[in-house]
Structure formats: structure tokens, C-alpha cells
């Protein structure tokens, strides 16, 4: 009998059928489309209804498959499986089935043959896709290879996103001399980590600018990372039973129930906000958990948006949408729930009313707040925050996710989230090809500045930005006016203008590329672009981004910031609204666009590829 049978025996017959229907009638005129649809059937069980005893309807779900028993399953690996569909009769290497699905993937090129690298194993997946696509519609993972060197992708996957697997066990990346397919097929279709792979880490995103529909499957960093986060979370919260066994802790020193989980520092472009959207998932679904309520926190409205719109395009995996908290008053409703929730805040609103104490929100322990960026200076008014938020939430457990390291001296960090969990740094993104190397070159334009002005100015200008909320940005309009007013001195300007155009112009003469300058204020936006005009005439930017015009220019300069009819006549053909930017985002990635140089202030700095 099929698995389905066997795996759902409280299900009445017919509702089996009926879910064994769904699966195989699973296409659609789009593979990624029906993909999704499968996956979610995987993940979740294929949904059925049938009549109770006393003539009610149930709904129900059918497993497709025993995650939590992998023993339960069929696991099956086909060499040379056949597929014949329309005119071809194609033979993928390698096919791996679990419960008769074929949810792996593998095609192999021969090492030996000099013509043939791991990318014509790419290419000959990529054919597969085309001319076999309803082998495709149940697929989870690709794996591609010429015997030694091996990368793992999605479905949607271009040869960029197919990733090396560098770690078994997760403890430790696997020595140099290992081959690389050998640590993937052992790190990946080990069968515990197999199913945890398929039912956590694989999500599908809509990308807003293009309309595409991708899957993304995790990183072998992000895989482990999230699992140790996971146990140290659970450890933290005190919310283990007693009969189950303590998992090997990932931090030192963290002890049962002491509410702190820890910092996985994962360098910026490496999908951080994955981790965290994986992260949340997996500890929503977590048995010991109790149906958590999450809090993610960031300490700017822009990023709280920006990780907000990831989590609500993904929310499938979360099972429930996240809601974004508009007030203080709104954070406090949200919080004061029996359970469940996924809610974004930022910091600003865990300040409570001028010399009053903050109230308790809930007193519950499956309560985690997730924090972006675990350590920025807004944090510093740590002291302030961290008691603000215990008040608040005294029994939840805190995690902080990080892109950048946390100082040896920052012990204020430590006290609130614990110690590393994880570390993926520059030097493993760059190796990955996660990210491009960063290559630092000192370049001075000094401030005319009155040495006995210095103390008066504060260290706290690095992170004021657009997405302030009020209150603070008084206090600070007055001392940053001051700096400003420095930094964009008409003389330093006209320096950095010359200096900017000269080293561009190199640049050119050696290589392809864009630049991107970012500026401390509007103002000083306009003022740069204009001294670099006033130098390059024909980089200036046509009236509404006029393609023709463009397109015959060597080089365009534009500013791309926000703005208001407020701002003034000068400042309005620099002030487009989003599906304008959105526009120019598309056109300044594309490298044969003429569009290459962009002054920003805060625009485009996080997950700008």
C-alpha cells in the first residue's frame, strides 16, 4: 500500500485517495508555481476533508512524510532513472526518492574528462528543467558535480546561488583535503538532516521588483547556526521538560532558564535575514516552545519595515502572518495574548512616559525577543533599554543576530543576549562567494575644524538617519547641525568632488564597475552632485531619468533619497517616489547601463546587492 496509507491511519480511506490525488495532480502551467504547492503538501500534509461519525466535517492534513521518525520512511537512490516526457528521453544521473517523491537531484560529470567542469552539470540540470520539467514539479534539492568539486541549489537557482556544503556535522568546516561532493551527500542526505532541511529551511519569495518567484533553500551556515540557536533558546527559556536530553550547548556558560540564547554574528550579505525568518520558524514549530510569541525588534523604522516586508512575504513557513506594532499602546495589546504572534517593533517603543517605570507587558516564558543588529549604539542607551524590556517581559528570552562582530569591550550586549552561537565572518563569506571581498583605502579630506569646538561634539552621529523617531531627533537637530554644517563644508566638497571623479575615471581605465557615495545629509547629497557636475558636465542626469538621453551618455550621476513638494525647487528633481526608485535600483544593477554612479545618504545600504 502506498506510504500515504501507512503514515495516516486515522484518516479514512477515501480521504487518502483523495490526498494521494492532490499529490499527483499537483502541476500547474508554472514548475515554480507547482513547486511551491508541493512543498507546501511536504511540509504541512496534503489537506483533506471527510464526514465524522456524527455527520460533521473534518478538516484535516495527510502526511506525506514522517519527520519526526526518519526511520518511518522509504528512502530510495536511483542511478540513471528514466524520464520520458513529449520527445525526451532523458536519464538524470542520480535520482533521490523519499516515500516514492523524488526530492533529489544529482548530476555528475565525469572528473577525468578535461571538457567537462561542474557547471556543465549545471547546464545539463538547467536542460532537464526544460525538457523534463514534471520530474521537476516534486523537486527540493539540485545537486551539481564533477566528482571532487559539488554545489547545492534550488530549483530557481542561477549558477551564482549553487553553494558549496563545507560542513558535515556542523561542528566544525570539514578539512581542506575532503572532497567536496563527499562532504555534501554525507552533510546533506544524512536522513535526520535531510527532513530538517525540508520541512525548515526551504521558503519561496516573490521578488517585488521583477515579480519572479524564487525558493531559497539555507546555507550551510545558516542551517547549523539556526538548529544551535534553536537548543540554546529552549535552553535559555527554561522551557525544556525534564525527561528530554540537554543538547550539546553551542555557548559557554549558558545555563538552563537563564533567559539569555545568545549572538549569531553572520557578516552582513551573507542572508542574515534569513536566518532570522528560519530561525523564527523553527522555534514557532518547536514542541517545547508551547507556541511561542516572538518579538523581532529593530532600532530604525526603515529596517523594521524592510525585515517586516521579508517575514510577510515568507509568512507561509511562519504559519501565521507577522503584524508590525504601530504604537506603545499597540505593542501592549499584541503582547498581551495567551499565546502565538509574530511582532515587529523597534526599540523606541519600549521607552516608557518620562520618569515612570515600564509596565509589565507578560509574564510568560515561550516569549523571545529577536534583536537586528545586536549591538548598535542605540543599544548604549542599553542600560536604559535592557531594564526597560525586562520590566516589561520579564521571563522572555533574548537573541540578538548581528552582521557585524560585538566589541571585546561591550559587556552590556553580553549581559543582555549571552555569547556567540554562531560565527560566520568575512574572511568564510568571501571563501563561499557569499560575499565580495572589501578592500579598504584611506582617503582624507580633513574638516576645518576649531580644536576647541571638539569635545562639544558627540560621538552619536553615526547612526541618525531618516528613520529617527521624533522625540530624539530634537535633541540631536542642534549638535548635528553643528557637524553637518563641518562635513559639508563648500571647500571639503569641491575636494572630494575632484578627488571622486579622478579616482572613478582610473577605476574605468582598469576595470568595469559603479560607485556608490554615501553622504551624511540631503544637503550635502545635492552639493557633491553638483560639484561633480560643475567638473563632468555630460554625467548630469537627464530630466526625468530620460532613458534615450541616457543611454547615449558614458556616464550618469544620480541622487536617489527621499523626500517632500516641502523640499523646495532645487532639491525636486533629485525626489522620486518608489516605483520610480525601484526603477533605478533595476538599472543601476544592470552593469551595461549607463547609470553608474549614485550618491545615497541611507537609501540602498542594507540588502542592496
Known sequence: SPRIWRLNPAIPEDAREDALRKVLRVGTPALTQTNRNFHAMLRDGAPVEYKRADGSIAGDHARLIDFDHPQANDWLVVNQFTVIEGQHNRRPDIVVFVNGLPLGVIELKNAADEDATIWSAFNQLQTYKQQIGSLFNYNEVLIASDGTNARIGSLTANQEWFKVWRTVGGEADAPKTALELDVLVRGVFEPRRFLDLLQHFIVFEEDTDSNRLHKIIAGYHQFHAVNAAVAETVRASGMREADMPDTALATEGGKPGDRRAGVVWHTQGSGKSFSMLFYAARIVRHPAMENPTLVVLTDRNDLDDQLFGQFQRCHEILRQMPIQAESVEHLRTLLKV??????????????????????????????????????????????????????????????????????????????????????????????????????????????????????????????????????????????????????????????????????????????????????????????????????????????????????????????????????????????RNKTLRRKLANRFKDSKDSFRIVIVRDMWLTGFD
Open 338 to 575: 495567551a499565546s502565538g504572534g509574530v511582532v515587529f517593533t523597534t526599540i523606541q517603543k519600549f521607552m516608557p512616559e518620562k520618569g515612570a517605570r515600564m509596565p509589565e507587558l507578560s509574564p510568560r516564558s515561550n516569549i523571545v525577543v529577536i534583536a537586528d543588529e545586536a549591538h548598535r549604539s542605540q543599544y548604549d542607551l542599553i542600560d536604559g533599554l535592557a531594564r526597560n524590556m525586562r520590566d516589561a517581559l520579564p521571563n522572555a528570552s533574548f537573541i540578538g543576530f548581528t552582521g557585524t562582530p560585538i566589541e571585546k569591550t561591550d559587556a552590556n550586549t553580553r549581559a543582555i543576549f549571552g555569547e556567540y552561537i554562531s560565527i560566520y565572518d568575512i574572511q568564510r563569506a568571501v571563501a563561499d562567494h557569499a560575499t565580495v571581498p572589501i578592500y579598504y583605502e584611506s582617503r582624507i579630506a580633513k574638516l576645518a575644524l576649531n580644536q576647541a569646538e571638539l569635545p562639544k561634539i558627540d560621538e552619536e552621529f553615526d547612526e541618525i538617519t531618516e528613520g529617527e523617531e521624533e522625540d530624539k531627533k530634537e535633541k540631536l537637530k542642534s549638535k548635528w547641525a553643528a557637524l553637518e554644517a563641518l562635513v559639508g563644508d563648500p571647500k571639503r566638497i569641491k575636494l572630494i568632488a575632484e578627488d571622486l571623479v579622478q579616482h572613478y575615471e582610473r577605476r574605468v581605465e582598469a576595470m568595469d564597475g559603479k560607485a556608490m557615495i554615501v553622504c551624511m545629509s540631503r544637503r550635502i547629497c545635492v552639493d557633491l552632485y553638483e560639484a561633480i557636475i560643475k567638473l563632468r558636465p555630460n554625467w548630469a542626469s537627464a530630466k526625468d531619468d530620460e532613458l534615450e538621453t541616457e543611454k547615449k551618455q558614458p556616464c550618469v550621476a544620480k541622487i536617489v533619497m527621499t523626500g517632500s513638494a516641502e523640499d523646495g525647487p532645487d532639491w525636486q528633481p533629485h525626489i
